[in-house]
T-cell receptor, first 112, second 112 residues
Framework: KQEVTQIPAALSVPEGENLVLNCSFT??????LQWFRQDPGKGLTSLLL?????REQTSGRLNASLDKSSGRSTLYIAASQPGDSATYLCAVISSNTGKLIFGQGTTLQVKP | EAEVAQSPRYKITEKSQAVAFWCDPISGHATLYWYRQILGQGPELLVQ????????DSQLPKDRFSAERLKGVDSTLKIQPAELGDSAMYLCASSPDRDRVYFGPGTRLTVT
């Protein structure tokens, strides 16, 4: 059974810092991995999608990497801003079941 | 840009009453998901449709929950009777096919 874990559960940093969020998954048989952002009381916004054959994807100040063999992904946020404060969730689509399975999320607070 | 639509956005109901949520996915998206998210946790898959067929409903409490997608387009999730523990955010999402997943704004359910 695929399990997705995110560490840390919460993170507080001063504005301007570069930071890394971690995601690990137990079954390497994945179709792709997505990183989402969720603001309080809102739905999820897709940030980055990495196909299983890819190593990384970049969008603006965000960079996501994927190491399928070790079951790990990282989301790197450069020059963090208070507007980046939100919960970040990673999710994988299992190659075997087609299910999209989420981690518990990392809640980020960027202080001005 | 096309979006996933959900209604209602908020619902307050009394215990033992029936409640229904509606979702309209992005046009052309064959895969439709219903997730439940309890505050502070990651989304949990309730049911996944491929066109009008159920692909996975292993986590759907079938004694009280039902979901349908009759024409392979929009979908309804019903709870009858509602229980206090059903209070959560209900999220609908759609995807072309194992590709980027797009989420709607969610329905916040409060059972009193």
């Amino acid at each position: 059974k695929q399990e997705v874990t995110q560490i840390p559960a919460a993170l507080s940093v001063p504005e301007g810092e570069n930071l890394v969020l971690n995601c690990s998954f137990t079954d390497s048989a994945i179709y792709n991995l997505q990183w989402f952002r969720q603001d309080p009381g809102k739905g999820l916004t897709s940030l980055l999608l990495i196909q299983s054959s890819q190593r990384e994807q970049t969008s603006g100040r965000l960079n996501a990497s994927l190491d399928k063999s070790s079951g790990r992904s990282t989301l790197y946020i450069a020059a963090s801003q208070p507007g980046d404060s939100a919960t970040y969730l990673c999710a994988v689509i299992s190659s075997n079941t087609g299910k999209l399975i989420f981690g518990q999320g990392t809640t980020l607070q960027v202080k001005p | 840009e096309a979006e996933v639509a959900q209604s209602p956005r908020y619902k307050i109901t009394e215990k033992s009453q029936a409640v229904a949520f509606w979702c309209d996915p992005i046009s052309g998206h064959a895969t439709l998901y219903w997730y439940r998210q309890i505050l502070g946790q990651g989304p949990e898959l309730l049911v996944q449709f491929q066109d009008e067929s159920v692909v996975d409903d292993s986590q759907l409490p079938k004694d009280r929950f039902s979901a349908e997608r009759l024409k392979g387009v929009d979908s309804t999730l019903k709870i009858q009777p509602a229980e206090l523990g059903d209070s959560a955010m209900y999220l609908c999402a759609s995807s072309p096919d194992r590709d980027r997943v797009y989420f709607g704004p969610g329905t916040r359910l409060t059972v009193t």
